[in-house]
C-alpha cells in the first residue's frame, strides 16, 4: 500500500537518501516501497536546530534512521544518552522506551519517542527558569 503525503509549497521531505523540494503549489506523493525512511520537514533537525541535549540525541536517531547503517551512529547515541541520564534521571522510563525501539530496529516508532523526551526537557527548563525570576523577585524584595 502506497504512503499519501502531501506537500506544502517550498515544503521539504526526505525520501531515502534523497532530499525533495516542493514547487510553489500544494503537491501530492503516493511514495511505494518497504522500509524506506522518510521524514517531513517539521521532523527533520539539523546540527544547527538541534541545541539541547534532548534534541542532539534526535539528530542522533535520526541519523540513525535515514542511515542503511544504523549502528554507525550508535556511539554517538549512547554517549548523548549517558549525559542526558545523569542531568535528568527522570527521563528514564522514556528512554528506556527509546532503547527499546532501537534494539527492535524500530527507529521511526523511536523518533516519536524521542519527541516525548524533548517535550519532558522542555519542561523542565521551564520550571527552572520560573523557578529562578521568582528567587530573583524575592531577592530584589529583600535588598
Known sequence: MALKVELKPHERIIIGACVVT???QRA???IEGDKIPILREKD???PETADTPAKLIYLAVQLMYLSPEP???HGTYFSLLRDVITTMPG???VIEGINNDILN???YK???EVKKLI???KKLMEMSEATAVRTEARQKRSA
Do not use: F, H, S, V
Open 22 to 24: 516542493n514547487t510553489d
Open 28 to 30: 501530492r506523493l503516493l
Open 44 to 46: 527533520i533537525l539539523t
Open 71 to 73: 549502528q554507525i551512529n
Open 91 to 93: 527521563a528514564w522510563p
Open 105 to 107: 530496529g524500530d527507529l
Open 110 to 112: 523511536a523518533l516519536k
Open 119 to 121: 517535550a519532558y526537557e
